[in-house]
């Protein structure tokens, strides 16, 4: 197994901060296993921490900037790119003002004093979160999506109506190796026509042709560019630091259309909200350690005792059964669903009536005996009572769909069946079942 690592001595590097023009000393520090990566900021009392974690961006205007009670971090994306392309698990970082340093634009100045530092292996086992369900992302002409994989791969491709840039495409699997020799060079950039925008917000005091690559109306105004396609290089480098806002690395193949820190942050709380439905305990990623539950049935199981089929077989596995008892069922729901083109395109929410569908899917595999066995009867839907709706299924959700039997007669059950997302209910019902003899072929 793969071991956690850090780094083995103390480094610093000292800059100027990209927008708030602050100058900045930042310090790497060797920390304990399964600690993480937090920022401190040192130039205030008490050095208050600024934990690595998703759910702590306040801003992503022009950058990913964390922050806690009111202590914030500045464009950190460059620094975690780094660290999770080196493959560093904990690490300490102390900063003197409020924004990271940008060197030269890119990852370089970071990775190469963590180099000097050196890494070190630690006596903890490294804990990935490895994706087993895909997960997608999509807002306009922006799409991210992570597929399951062995390693991490980034995909990505961008658009730009500017003719030094055009659409360009890459895709690397992600390793120190190929983070020091294709990625960590590539530099920020930005159009000269953004820069008094920017300025007048506030934003790029520290911006020079030396920190930056910038494009005029036609050309590029830096001498020469370390890539041909450095600007979607630099995009992967951005996605890598932002993925890393989940704190430990991904084990998964990540493709990005035109996506930004923005996009990025809401996909990587997307990966994280996906992955923690039925696998975790609490708001933290560390029930991910673990594998999901193992299915009682997979899909093809379920195919064998439902007659349903796409579009409209609505459950993807069981994962808790007890025959005439109860049953427990999965339903992921994707931005792929056939009802999204149709449904609410614009602002896609899962059917009501398809989530009670599936309910009943679920609910009518109480029927059938141990380990599926069939009993001769089918289920058909014949009443609802009691049904309400109290939270909506979106994409990127997993819809956990409980059925208990409340009543068995000859020719009929009646069921209480809920849906669950993230442990609240989202929708329940009373549902009455007509019970028939299968009639052989």
């Given at each position: 197994?793969?071991?956690?690592?850090?780094?083995?001595?103390?480094?610093?590097?000292?800059?100027?901060?990209?927008?708030?023009?602050?100058?900045?000393?930042?310090?790497?520090?060797?920390?304990?296993?399964?600690?993480?990566?937090?920022?401190?900021?040192?130039?205030?009392?008490?050095?208050?921490?600024?934990?690595?974690?998703?759910?702590?961006?306040?801003?992503?205007?022009?950058?990913?900037?964390?922050?806690?009670?009111?202590?914030?971090?500045?464009?950190?994306?460059?620094?975690?790119?780094?660290?999770?392309?080196m493959g560093i698990d904990n690490l300490d970082i102390e900063v003197d003002?409020?924004?990271?340093?940008?060197?030269?634009?890119?990852?370089?100045?970071?990775?190469?004093?963590?180099?000097?530092?050196?890494?070190?292996?630690?006596?903890?086992?490294?804990?990935?979160?490895?994706?087993?369900?895909?997960?997608?992302?999509?807002?306009?002409?922006?799409?991210?999506?992570?597929?399951?994989?062995?390693?991490?791969?980034?995909?990505?491709?961008?658009?730009?109506?500017?003719?030094?840039?055009?659409?360009?495409?890459?895709?690397?699997?992600?390793?120190?190796?190929?983070?020091?020799?294709?990625?960590?060079?590539?530099?920020?950039?930005?159009?000269?026509?953004?820069?008094?925008?920017?300025?007048?917000?506030?934003?790029?005091?520290?911006?020079?042709?030396?920190?930056?690559?910038?494009?005029?109306?036609?050309?590029?105004?830096?001498?020469?560019?370390?890539?041909?396609?450095?600007?979607?290089?630099?995009?992967?480098?951005?996605?890598?630091?932002?993925?890393?806002?989940?704190?430990?690395?991904?084990?998964?193949?990540?493709?990005?259309?035109?996506?930004?820190?923005?996009?990025?942050?809401?996909?990587?709380?997307?990966?994280?909200?996906?992955?923690?439905?039925?696998?975790?305990?609490?708001?933290?990623?560390?029930?991910?350690?673990?594998?999901?539950?193992?299915?009682?049935?997979?899909?093809?199981?379920?195919?064998?005792?439902?007659?349903?089929?796409?579009?409209?077989?609505?459950?993807?596995?069981?994962?808790?059964?007890?025959?005439?008892?109860?049953?427990?069922?999965?339903?992921?729901?994707?931005?792929?669903?056939?009802?999204?083109?149709?449904?609410?395109?614009?602002?896609?929410?899962?059917?009501?009536?398809?989530?009670?569908?599936?309910?009943?899917?679920?609910?009518?595999?109480l029927i059938f005996g141990p380990e599926g066995q069939p009993t001769g009867?089918?289920?058909?839907?014949?009443?609802?009572?009691?049904?309400?709706?109290?939270?909506?299924?979106?994409?990127?959700?997993?819809?956990?769909?409980?059925?208990?039997?409340?009543?068995?007669?000859?020719?009929?059950?009646?069921?209480?069946?809920?849906?669950?997302?993230?442990?609240?209910?989202?929708?329940?019902?009373?549902?009455?079942?007509?019970?028939?003899?299968?009639?052989?072929?």
């Amino acid at each position: 197994m793969d071991k956690q690592r850090t780094i083995k001595e103390t480094v610093a590097f000292s800059g100027i901060g990209l927008h708030t023009g602050n100058l900045t000393t930042i310090t790497f520090k060797p920390a304990p296993p399964d600690k993480g990566v937090t920022f401190y900021r040192v130039d205030l009392p008490d050095r208050p921490p600024v934990p690595v974690d998703v759910d702590n961006v306040v801003d992503v205007s022009r950058g990913t900037t964390l922050g806690v009670n009111g202590v914030e971090v500045h464009t950190v994306e460059h620094v975690l790119a780094t660290v999770a392309g080196m493959g560093i698990d904990n690490l300490d970082i102390e900063v003197d003002a409020n924004e990271t340093p940008v060197g030269d634009g890119s990852a370089l100045p970071f990775m190469g004093v963590l180099k000097k530092a050196g890494t070190v292996e630690q006596d903890a086992e490294r804990k990935y979160i490895k994706v087993e369900e895909p997960v997608y992302f999509r807002h306009g002409d922006v799409t991210l999506s992570v597929l399951p994989a062995d390693d991490l791969r980034i995909t990505m491709t961008i658009g730009f109506d500017h003719v030094a840039i055009g659409t360009q495409y890459t895709s690397f699997l992600i390793t120190p190796e190929c983070f020091e020799k294709e990625i960590a060079a590539a530099r920020t950039f930005c159009f000269l026509r953004e820069v008094r925008m920017l300025q007048d917000q506030g934003l790029i005091r520290g911006g020079t042709l030396e920190a930056a690559v910038v494009i005029g109306d036609e050309e590029i105004l830096n001498e020469d560019l370390r890539f041909p396609d450095e600007f979607v290089r630099h995009k992967v480098l951005d996605l890598l630091g932002d993925l890393f806002l989940l704190g430990r690395p991904i084990k998964g193949h990540v493709i990005a259309v035109k996506s930004g820190h923005k996009w990025h942050v809401e996909f990587s709380k997307q990966i994280k909200k996906a992955l923690l439905n039925g696998n975790a305990k609490s708001g933290t990623l560390e029930g991910l350690a673990a594998p999901p539950p193992k299915p009682v049935l997979d899909i093809h199981g379920i195919m064998k005792m439902l007659p349903h089929r796409y579009p409209f077989l609505l459950v993807d596995r069981i994962i808790d059964y007890v025959p005439d008892e109860s049953v427990t069922g999965i339903k992921n729901v994707t931005f792929n669903e056939p009802y999204f083109q149709g449904h609410w395109p614009n602002n896609p929410v899962m059917p009501g009536v398809l989530i009670i569908e599936a309910l009943a899917q679920v609910s009518s595999l109480l029927i059938f005996g141990p380990e599926g066995q069939p009993t001769g009867k089918q289920a058909y839907f014949m009443g609802i009572d009691n049904a309400k709706f109290r939270k909506p299924a979106v994409p990127g959700d997993q819809i956990v769909l409980q059925s208990k039997m409340v009543r068995m007669r000859r020719n009929a059950c009646r069921v209480s069946a809920v849906a669950k997302i993230d442990g609240v209910v989202c929708t329940q019902a009373e549902m009455l079942f007509g019970l028939q003899d299968i009639v052989a072929d």
